[in-house]
């Protein structure tokens, strides 16, 4: 049926190549542009083309930074700079800002270290971040998620740093508030065990 609807074909083929866009939702994304007002179809390509032409990465944590070499985390007098707090993507380093509670820096690894999926060390900005692990730093947050793959690369950069007397801890994971133990799974509970503090 696609055949001959080539315009609408092309624009399915363009949605089907956006990560994160279920399958089954590349057609209601592509009607749902159809019937939208142009107005607003030409609104969101131009947001699009503005973004990429003006965002960038941060030069020293990955965040990303619009026009200036350094983003407004790393740029700001107000912030500790010596704990970097590292994080998988961005999207968790907003989950941390958004809290308040964190008033240090952070670094963007860009993913997790997955061999099987060919991501290493150098597909993540982990060289950068090894490089910016001067005297100056004195504390290393990993706030990689707790997967496997999070948790390999917090402990592979952690072989890495040649200066052992820096401070470095792992977010505690654990029981979430208002959970119940009993709904836990074994993986959650065994954490929460491990990483109990004093009352
Ligand atoms: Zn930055």
């Not at 190549?17 to 142009?38: E, Q, T």
């Not at 950068?128 to 402990?155: C, H, K, M, W, Y």
Request: net charge positive; glycine share 6%; hydrophobic share 40%.
């Amino acid at each position: 049926m696609l055949a001959q609807l080539p315009s609408l074909q092309k624009l399915v083929r363009h949605l089907q190549r956006l990560p994160y866009l279920a399958s089954k939702n590349v057609f209601k994304v592509a009607g749902y542009l159809l019937a939208s007002d142009p107005k607003v179809v030409d609104q969101l390509c131009q947001a699009i083309v503005d973004a990429r032409a003006v965002i960038r990465r941060c030069e020293q944590c990955c965040n990303w930074t619009e026009k200036q070499a350094l983003c407004a985390i790393c740029s700001s007098d107000k912030r500790n700079k010596a704990v970097i707090c590292v994080v998988e993507t961005w999207h968790e380093l907003m989950a941390i800002e958004n809290v308040g509670e964190f008033n240090g820096l952070y670094h963007v690894l860009g993913g997790a270290l997955c061999p099987l999926e060919g991501v290493g060390p150098d597909q993540l900005t982990i060289p950068t971040l090894l490089e910016r692990l001067n005297n100056d730093v004195q504390e290393l947050i990993f706030a990689t998620n707790p997967t496997p793959e999070g948790e390999a690369t917090a402990s592979y950069i952690w072989s890495k740093i040649a200066n052992k007397s820096m401070v470095c801890s792992r977010l505690a994971s654990g029981v979430p508030i208002g959970a119940s133990l009993e709904f836990m799974d074994r993986v959650t509970i065994g954490k929460a065990m491990q990483g109990r503090r004093p009352y």
